[in-house]
């Protein structure tokens, strides 16, 4: 099994910064990828910004120039930097990621953390 905590949301002021973080633990062989993913008040759950393993990236566009992702495989840990954050950006922000558990890739989620941008 494989467990995801995640850190570093909060409220922030239009065109602040945040920085998520998110920790995988566990039976861990290999990361095939992580990324992040949002819900807003009564929308769905929208992929904010993937990163694989060899370090390619796919961000949503709506956050593109604005959010930035990293990976740290020593770690197991993947970041998001969000800056010149919108209104729009409110949400709970969820990680994810795909993971080599022995003999299988297994997707796992973590709980959320919520990011309220408000003035």
């Known amino acids: 099994q494989v467990q995801l905590v995640e850190s570093g949301g909060g409220l922030v002021q239009p065109g602040g910064s945040l920085r998520l973080s998110c920790a995988a633990s566990?039976?861990?062989?290999?990361?095939?990828?992580m990324g992040w993913y949002r819900q807003g008040p009564g929308g769905q759950r929208e992929l904010v910004a993937r990163?694989?393993?060899?370090?390619?990236?796919v961000y949503a566009d709506s956050v593109k120039g604005r959010f930035t992702i990293s990976l740290d495989n020593a770690k197991n840990t993947v970041y998001l930097q969000m800056d010149s954050l919108k209104l729009d950006d409110t949400a709970v922000y969820y990680c994810?990621?795909?993971?080599?558990?022995?003999?299988?890739?297994?997707?796992?989620w973590g709980r959320g953390t919520r990011v309220t941008v408000s003035s």
């Open positions: 566990g039976s861990i062989v290999s990361i095939n990828h």
């Open positions: 990163i694989f393993s060899e370090g390619s990236t």
């Open positions: 994810n990621g795909q993971f080599q558990v022995v003999y299988s890739y297994e997707d796992y």
